[in-house]
């Protein structure tokens, strides 16, 4: 600083976010109008960005407009758009005006809400917008917020697992004895997602106590109940404690769909924690006609979906339900003097820090609740519906060409095919697959990625991009139709 009180910063000046402010947000807007011109995924090398940008920080200001200008030019070739129609690689992490205006009310109220008192409406507006999911899923009674259970927004999937894990580790080992962690045993199926292997990893689970039972293609990658009866009866008997289950509605690889209550039924009567990971799928289980993939949920203990995925709720925002808070607050909280308050102690409260790993937390319930009441459900539904729709009419393209074939049967937005098998070598087959996903990304028209479901490599369509419509959906596929003609007359 070079003259003292001149230069003081005024780093909350309302005129400059004012100013600045309508720039941004005209930036983004001309972003989505342009966001078709742009290849899908970024073809920048690694390390681009070192050549373009200086060695170290500025030490007196910039304009906002050198940053744009920065941002246009450096910044945006090396996105992969996930916004664009044309994204179909992973499952969709959904912007939308309502979760992106919740976004920036949450920044600019800048509250952290650990604790009741540190913001009383961001504990009791989740607890209210987590009620009114829950209600829209139909989950049962013992999930909402009235009695033992709840909902609470954590950041991932992936801490969904790990907390939910963490309770229901301390709760079995107050029963059985702290020294018994080596026992613990936790089951899945080989399609569940590597987020429960991380979470075995933190929660000190021996690596071989990770059961993982194998799905296939005769139940479309589902887990079968026999397999996990046959599996915990056999730990049993060896010692072991089961004591975690994880079952799937919606796959990441193909959307399989574990039958809930046989698997519930099985966990229930081994006093094993049920933990539905639904974190893609979930949203579409708002729809009566997709309820029935959740059907049985009301075996589980806990139940994730991510807002942030395909329900217009901006990136970060994973919803996660518990039938018995008790079980993660005895896991996770901790009362040091610097944060003890009288609604705390007098137990009037939920203080959200005890139901998570870190201490501090944004106003997330904003965004969601600004989705709910921008869009309304009815419309949510909607949005759900032409997506699935899309996903259908592309399965039947893919059906109807006698190069392709639909790997496993669609269940909601994914489309999982490949080029099939000449003369049954499936080696080669896979190769030209991998190559088919190579030509078409690198086309930059559009972004799909890839599986391996029974040793066969398959090309994964995920569709879910607020702006995807008919259009994109048929040139996309004319797109992979003629990378793949390519591929097969070499
Ligand atoms: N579970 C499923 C079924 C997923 O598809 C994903 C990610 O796509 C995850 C868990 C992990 O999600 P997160 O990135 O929120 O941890």
């Known amino acids: 600083m070079e003259n003292g ?24 807007a001309d972003y989505y109008k342009t966001i078709e011109t742009f290849p899908v995924l970024s073809q920048v090398q690694p390390g681009y960005l070192h050549n373009l940008l200086p060695d170290s920080a500025p030490d007196h200001p910039e304009t906002v407009e050198q940053v744009l200008d920065d941002v246009k030019t450096k910044i945006l070739p090396g996105l992969t758009h996930w916004q664009s129609p044309t994204f179909f ?42 009620d009114w999911l829950a209600k829209l899923l139909n989950l049962p009674e013992q999930f909402l917020s009235k009695g033992n259970g709840g909902g609470v927004i954590q950041g991932s999937a992936s801490e969904a697992i790990l907390v939910a894990m963490i309770g229901a580790r301390d709760k ?36 071989e106590n990770c059961k993982v039972l194998k799905a296939d293609s005769s139940t479309n990658y589902a887990l079968r109940p026999e397999l996990l009866q046959e599996a915990v009866s056999k730990d049993l008997e060896a010692g072991s404690i089961p004591f975690f289950l994880c079952g799937n509605v919606g796959t990441t690889s193909s959307t399989a769909v574990d039958p809930l209550a046989a698997l519930g039924k099985i966990a229930k009567s081994n006093e094993i924690w049920f933990h539905v990971d639904a974190a893609y799928a979930g949203s579409a289980c708002i729809c009566p006609e997709y309820r029935q993939y959740i059907d049985g949920v009301e075996t589980a203990d806990s139940f994730n979906m991510n807002a942030h995925k395909w329900f217009l709720t901006n990136f970060d925002c994973s919803l996660l339900w518990v039938k018995d808070q008790y079980a993660l607050t005895e896991a996770l909280s901790t009362n040091p003097e610097y944060l003890k308050n009288k609604a705390s102690q007098a137990n009037l409260v939920v203080d959200y820090k005890d139901w998570q790993i870190p201490l501090g937390r944004r106003f997330r319930s904003l965004k969601l609740w600004m989705v709910l009441r921008l869009y309304g459900a ?28 639909v790997v496993t049967p669609r269940i909601f937005s994914l489309v999982c095919f490949r080029i099939v098998p000449v003369d ?32 066969k490599i398959v090309l994964r369509c995920a ?28």
Not at 381 to 392: D, E, P, W
């Open 424 to 455: 049954n070598d499936e080696k080669k087959c896979n190769d030209r697959n991998r190559n088919l996903l190579d030509a078409v990304n690198s086309s930059g028209k559009l972004f799909l990625s890839h599986t391996a479901l029974s040793g």
């Open 5 to 28: 009180s001149t230069n003081v910063l005024k780093p909350m000046d309302s005129e400059q976010l004012r100013e600045y402010g309508y720039r941004m947000v005209d930036f983004i």
């Open 172 to 207: 079995v080992l107050r029963r059985v004895g702290k020294n018994a962690l080596g026992k613990l045993v936790v089951y899945s199926s080989d399609q569940t997602h590597s987020a429960l292997r991380k979470a075995c990893q933190i929660a000190g689970i021996h690596p």
């Open 378 to 405: 009815e419309t949510l539904k909607n949005y759900i519906r032409n997506h699935i729709k899309l996903a259908k009419d592309l399965e039947q393209l893919v059906s109807q060409d006698p190069n392709f074939e």
């Open 89 to 130: 690689a992973y499952y969709p992490s959904n912007s939308s005006v309502a979760g992106f205006l919740g976004e920036m009310l949450s920044a600019g109220l800048g509250i952290v809400g650990f604790s009741w008192v540190t913001s009383p409406a961001a504990t009791e507006l989740e607890m209210i917008v987590l």
């Open 463 to 490: 569709i879910g991009a607020p702006l995807t419509e008919e259009k994109h959906v048929k040139e996309a596929w004319k797109v992979i139709q003629e990378e793949a003609s390519y591929l097969l007359r070499k």
